[in-house]
């Protein structure tokens, strides 16, 4: 245990963060107002008619603020004509300019709309992945130099009452951040104040701040260190919550619930961006979805937690909130130690089982070769309850039953008893090497810790029916580490009559919060009423892979389309996963441009980046290996690369 500085104001009730208001246009974000919805147009910013067409879709769906690209003077001019057409069509939301390298283009759209967006690693600096090493003085000069740069944006926005987001992006770090601080959460943060300090200079607060990032583990732990440095320096900025090039589909809505709903959670969040590969207005039921988990109704339904302990205004923990480290285990059988997270299929309410009852959880069984197939997301256990499995299982499958079914087994080859709690000291029949114990707080005694603690063959399955599970579960994690327990722990989360779509986000805020500080050895969800297994077990892979805690596919790194991109991202990206999706622990970044391409191939194996009207660049992590390849052939090229550095293998 060690005694951290705090980043929410509590970690066992949701309270939010209470940050100051700042206005864009009539809407208040921040302070008593409620988490506002936000996404990006995809057209051309020049093609009034469309954006202006697409900004509707956007705000009948639910979007409170429009963000639109002006990554020249020229758009940033025909924002006003965007305004003025939706004004007239009866649409006041207010717009908000997405500013990267070009400050003429901010300081005139700070005169016509509510917002502007600047990126503090482009705004005054272009990357060269250059390693400077800086005295004081030179890093002082650089500071000067952007000041001078950015104060006209400043006294601007004060004039006009505009608002500001200063939204740092992991992937495009200055060169300055990243020689002094690195590729860090810390850079990130430094990066912000920089330019906050400028702002806070001029007696100018209507700020918002975003720590985006690809990787969900650098995004929270770098929203985490923002808010405690702002706690630390008495500041309360509103915070834009949102993953970077999240993806599309599944993936992108899970890795999406993963990173904001991991923050949510903890009350930090005032306004939120869903950023998928798709058209924008279906960002915002995903994002809509997400925010009213934590709505006033809900909230009410939590039941109290125990606090936890603070001294000297320091929270007492056992795992770093700032840096991600997997919680200490002992290995039980394949389960906990340095093993991956182990993945646990219900099966208990089915009225039988046959061989086919496992295919949707990773496990195709072929009569005539009387073999098993065996897919990426196969599971690693199914529980069975009081069931029976009447034929010969996949060798690397185990089967749960409950333990008096289990005890009745002639020959239990890869089949474990689940006792509940107390059960397991009663019984008079164990396994050698591995029993679940289910476990509640209600289960979870001084007295059951003090006799399970010092055991070797047993494995906790975690549970909580609290509808908010995840402080309860984070709280009892942190008693068994009191305790110094170090048996392996499953989490064990059940939903029942939700939408599929509510089960994906819930599942992933969740549990993904636990998984993101280190906690669990394995994933366990039942569902009843809701979705398929088949979506319950690629919701779990979905988790881990978004978590980084257990890769199981390849993962596409893929920006939001935006007027920007410069070519089809949609069919680009389906195209490219048409050819490498059997890849398995690739990642490959899809970047419609260069605003973020560069940066956030150095969090990818490979990268696919517009540079121009059909033309490509291609990357091995940060370095640029193929300049201007013809769209048409860069996938084929994209292809190549891969074979040459020997990450190539044949689809089956």
């Not at 339904?301 to 480290?325: S, T, V």
Request: proline share 5%; aromatic share 8%.
């Amino acid at each position: 245990m060690k005694l951290y500085p705090p980043y929410s104001n509590s970690l066992t009730e949701y309270k939010r963060f209470v940050t100051r208001e700042v206005k864009c246009g009539d809407i208040g974000i921040g302070g008593n107002n409620p988490i506002r919805l936000q996404s990006m147009t995809t057209t051309d910013t020049m093609d009034t008619k469309a954006t202006v067409a697409q900004s509707i879709r956007m705000i009948e769906a639910g979007c409170e603020l429009v963000r639109i690209t002006a990554p020249s003077i020229n758009e940033a001019k025909n924002l006003e004509v965007i305004k003025k057409e939706l004004v007239a069509a009866g649409y006041k939301t207010p717009l908000v300019a997405d500013i990267h390298f070009t400050p003429n283009a901010a300081e005139f759209a700070a005169r016509v709309i509510e917002k502007v967006r600047v990126n503090p690693g482009n705004y005054a600096d272009k990357k060269k992945f250059e390693e400077i090493e800086y005295t004081n003085a030179a890093y002082e000069q650089e500071l000067e130099r952007i000041r001078q740069r950015f104060t006209p944006l400043v006294n601007i926005c004060k004039e006009y009452g505009t608002a500001m987001r200063i939204g740092t992006n992991h992937g495009s770090l200055s060169d300055r951040i990243l020689s002094r601080y690195g590729d860090t959460p810390l850079g990130m943060v430094e990066s912000a104040f920089e330019f906050l300090r400028i702002c806070e200079d001029l007696n100018y607060y209507n700020i918002v701040i975003s720590m985006k990032a690809s990787n969900t583990q650098v995004m929270v732990q770098a929203y985490r260190l923002l808010v405690q440095k702002m706690i630390e320096t008495n500041r309360n900025y509103p915070l834009h919550l949102g993953v970077t090039e999240a993806g599309d589909g599944e993936d992108g809505r899970i890795k999406s619930a993963v990173g904001i709903g991991a923050l949510l959670e903890d009350g930090l969040g005032d306004t939120v961006r869903v950023s998928l590969t798709e058209d924008p207005e279906f960002e915002i039921p995903v994002a809509k979805a997400l925010v009213d988990r934590y709505s006033a109704e809900k909230i009410k339904q939590h039941q109290a937690i125990e606090p936890l302990h603070l001294e000297n205004g320091k929270i007492n923990l056992p795992y770093n909130p700032y840096d991600y480290q997997k919680r200490e285990s002992q290995s039980v059988l394949n389960i906990g130690g340095h093993n991956v997270p182990r993945v646990i299929a219900d099966f208990s309410t089915r009225d039988s089982i046959t061989p086919a009852t496992f295919f949707p959880v990773g496990y195709n069984y072929s009569v005539p070769l009387d073999k098993w197939n065996i897919n990426d997301l196969a599971c690693d256990y199914v529980y069975v309850g009081n069931n029976h499995v009447n034929f010969e299982i996949p060798g690397t499958l185990g089967i749960i039953y409950n333990s008096e079914i289990w005890k009745a087994i002639e020959n239990p080859v890869r089949q474990y008893p689940l006792f509940c709690g107390e059960e397991f000291f009663t019984s008079d029949k164990t396994h050698p090497e591995l029993n679940f114990a289910a476990a509640t707080k209600e289960v979870l005694t001084p007295e059951f810790i003090s006799k399970i603690k010092n055991l070797k063959n047993i494995v906790l399955i975690l549970d909580s029916f609290n509808p908010h599970a995840m402080p309860e579960l984070r709280r009892l994690f942190i008693e068994l580490t009191e305790n110094n327990v170090l048996l392996p722990v499953i989490i064990k989360r059940n939903y029942e009559n939700i939408s599929e779509q509510d089960f994906q986000l819930g599942s992933s805020a969740e549990i993904g919060a636990l998984l993101l500080d280190g906690l669990g050895d394995g994933i366990w969800m039942k569902q009843q009423n809701c979705t398929s297994p088949q979506v319950v077990n690629s919701t779990t892979f979905g988790i881990l892979q978004a978590t980084r805690t257990r890769i199981s596919k390849t993962e596409y790194i893929s920006c939001p389309s935006c007027g920007r991109t410069l070519f089809d991202l949609q069919e680009t990206t389906q195209k490219i996963r048409e050819r490498t999706d059997h890849l398995k622990g690739i990642k490959i970044g899809i970047m419609g441009c260069i605003v973020n391409g560069p940066g956030e191939m150095a969090d990818a194996d490979y990268g696919y980046v517009g540079v121009g009207v059909g033309k490509i660049s291609l990357y091995k992590g940060k370095e640029v290996v193929k300049k201007n390849v013809p769209s048409d052939d860069a996938v084929n090229e994209l292809i190549d690369l891969i074979k040459e550095h020997g990450d190539w293998v044949e689809k089956n």
